[in-house]
């Protein structure tokens, strides 16, 4: 059984399931449809904000930075100079 043909509707299912929506529904569509377009802005700029969070996060972090925390130096002594010649 293909899941698919399920959904298949034609030209005149659409258009009676269109008619019945707006007989249950009538005025209200227009507020239904309003609030799913705000709901679905206020979704898209909180990803946003997500996403914007998570790549300033590297940056502002003090320990993933590449830079050392302090200055190290080394010297090397006089038997490791003479060794190494």
Do not use: Q, W, Y
Request: proline content about 2%.
């Amino acid at each position: 059984m293909d899941m698919l043909a399920f959904f298949n509707f034609t030209t005149t299912e659409i258009i009676i399931f269109c008619v019945v929506a707006l007989v249950l529904f009538g005025g209200s569509l227009p507020m239904i449809a309003k609030n799913l377009g705000k709901s679905v802005v206020e979704f898209k700029k909180g990803v946003k904000d997500v996403k914007d969070d998570l790549d300033n996060v590297g940056s502002e972090d003090k320990k993933l930075e590449n830079k050392p925390s302090r200055e190290v130096t080394v010297e090397r002594s006089e038997a490791h100079e003479h060794a190494a010649k």
